[in-house]
């Protein structure tokens, strides 16, 4: 069964940097695809970034050049790096996982793995 567990969150003012961290558990086969979506209070969640094992990786336009997604297989944990961070980045971000994907994708239907979130708040 696979886990996932989020960390990093916190309190920030614009313009710094923050790492979100995923500690994952569970994967039995190498094809696999992991993502950071974020959401607002009442809204639906919405994708950030998304990677495959094979580091694979995409992006929604407005944090392009800004976030960067990555996988270390390793250590089994994903990783969110957030810079230049905006009020507007605001949220509670979740990492989440497909089991048996090759391609990375932003479709949050397709994640069928979440983990409990973890708050980011971006001050002015």
């Known amino acids: 069964q696979v886990q996932l567990e989020e960390s990093g969150g916190g309190p920030v003012k614009a313009g710094d940097s923050l790492t979100l961290s995923c500690a994952y558990s569970?994967?039995?086969?190498?094809?696999?695809?992991m993502g950071w979506f974020r959401q607002y209070p009442g809204t639906e969640r919405e994708a950030v970034a998304g990677i495959t094992g094979e580091r694979q990786a995409i992006y929604i336009d407005s944090v392009k050049g800004r976030f960067t997604i990555s996988l270390d297989s390793a250590k089994n944990v994903l990783y969110l790096q957030m810079n230049r961070l905006k009020p507007a980045d605001t949220a509670q971000y979740y990492c989440?996982?497909?089991?048996?994907?090759?391609?990375?994708?932003?479709?949050?239907?397709?994640?069928?793995?979440w983990g409990q979130g973890t708050q980011v708040t971006v001050s002015e």
């Open positions: 569970g994967f039995i086969t190498d094809h696999y695809c």
């Open positions: 989440a996982a497909i089991v048996g994907c090759t391609r990375a994708t932003l479709y949050r239907n397709a994640y069928s793995v």
